[in-house]
């Protein structure tokens, strides 16, 4: 059983910024890639950023130069460092891991429970 649990959501004022933490667990032979989705109330999940083994990374055109997304691999957790928020980045942000729980069993797909981010003033 794999478990990715999201953390560092909150309130913030427009400006400001915030970080927030993706940590996996359970039975992991090898991630993949791993990143932060946002659906907003009334719209489409999207895609945020992604990290992938090698090291590329990815981020949607609405966030380039604001959010930047790293990883720790002893911890096997994966950061986003979000600056300048604006209001319109307001969303429950989750985590994703493209992984194999073991060297016989296929890659699968897995979520986290995500966490609320409020940009407000």
């Known amino acids: 059983q794999v478990q990715l649990v999201e953390s560092g959501g909150g309130l913030v004022q427009p400006g400001g910024s915030l970080r927030l933490s993706c940590a996996a667990s359970?039975?992991?032979?090898?991630?993949?890639?791993m990143g932060w989705y946002r659906q907003a109330p009334g719209k489409q999940r999207e895609l945020v950023a992604v990290i992938r083994s090698g090291g590329s990374t990815n981020y949607a055109d609405s966030v380039k130069g604001r959010f930047t997304i790293s990883r720790d691999n002893a911890k096997n957790t994966v950061y986003l460092q979000m600056n300048n928020l604006k209001p319109e980045d307001t969303a429950v942000y989750s985590c994703n891991a493209d992984l194999k729980t073991a060297i016989a069993q296929p890659r699968g797909d897995y979520w986290g429970q995500g966490t609320q981010v409020t940009v407000s003033s």
């Open positions: 359970g039975s992991i032979f090898w991630f993949y890639a």
